[in-house]
């Protein structure tokens, strides 16, 4: 499995952007996938995930209804749009895949395909 995330850029506090995660894999119907995000000197931290049918999602607690997670099966591409951002949210964001029972709870050890991030800044 390979991914590859795009939509990454500069955004103003409180602006918007969508990224996009594509999956190279003919069985992507049948993957959790997830939306991870790392600062730089912190942690990776989970961001939101998707059940392999897009009828269960789940997201970080820092999220509070400002971003939303979707999947299209026919482009295998999952998709993170994000708004109200802020200066602290700034980090890569890594799209990763797994066929993993849905918990909720992810974290970074419950996926092993991971993409090579997307850098999002936060500045005015």
């Known amino acids: 499995v390979q991914l590859v995330e795009s939509g990454g850029g500069l955004v103003q506090p409180g602006g918007s952007l969508n990224l996009s995660c594509a999956h190279s894999?003919?069985?992507?119907?049948?993957?959790?996938m997830g939306w991870f995000r790392q600062a730089p000197g912190k942690a990776r931290e989970f961001v939101a995930a998707?059940?392999?049918?897009?009828?269960?999602?789940y997201y970080g607690d820092f999220v509070k209804g400002r971003f939303t997670v979707s999947r299209n099966d026919a482009s295998s591409t999952v998709h993170l749009t994000m708004n109200d951002l802020q200066p602290e949210e700034a980090a890569v964001y890594y799209c990763?895949?797994?066929?993993?029972?849905?918990?909720?709870?992810?974290?970074?050890?419950?996926?092993?395909?991971w993409g090579q991030g997307t850098q999002v800044t936060v500045s005015s």
């Open positions: 998707i059940n392999w049918s897009g009828g269960s999602v």
């Open positions: 894999g003919r069985t992507f119907s049948s993957y959790t």
């Open positions: 990763a895949a797994e066929r993993v029972a849905f918990h909720g709870a992810f974290d970074e050890n419950d996926f092993g395909a």
